[in-house]
Nanobody
Framework: QVQLVESGGGLVQAGGSLRLSCAASGRTSGSYAMGWFRQAPGKEREFVAALSRSGGSTRYADSVKGRFTISRDNAKGTVYLQMNNLKPEDTAVYYC????????????????????WGQGTQVTVSS
């Protein structure tokens, strides 16, 4: 079992930045494919960014491409989502997710492929 805990959310003005963290604990030996998702009120959870188990490949939703960056610090067992030039439409609860049931180079963008989820952190962007 792997436990994921997100942090770093908050209230920020449009154009501002936040960095979300996702700390993993438990059975963290071995590598995991990681993803960030978000869910706005009244909407379905949607893909934001993903990182392969190798750490060498990333993918982003079109809506955040060029503004968000996913990265990991293996020594700290933490994955980050750097969010720049935030917009009001980025307002949502952000969740990190992990799985090791994919190949080393795979990018996982679908919810059902992830086995472990954090509790979420609220990001609110004011206009």
């Amino acid at each position: 079992q792997v436990q994921l805990v997100e942090s770093g959310g908050g209230l920020v003005q449009a154009g501002g930045s936040l960095r979300l963290s996702c700390a993993a604990s438990g059975r963290t030996s071995g590598s995991y494919a990681m993803g960030w998702f978000r869910q706005a009120p009244g909407k379905e959870r949607e893909f934001v960014a993903a990182l392969s188990r190798s750490g060498g490949s990333t993918r982003y939703a079109d809506s955040v491409k060029g503004r968000f960056t996913i990265s990991r610090d293996n020594a700290k067992g933490t994955v980050y989502l750097q969010m720049n030039n935030l917009k009001p439409e980025d307002t949502a609860v952000y969740y990190c997710a992990a799985t090791d049931r994919v190949s080393y180079l795979a990018i996982v963008t679908t919810i059902y492929q992830y086995d472990y989820w954090g509790q979420g952190t609220q990001v609110t962007v004011s206009s």
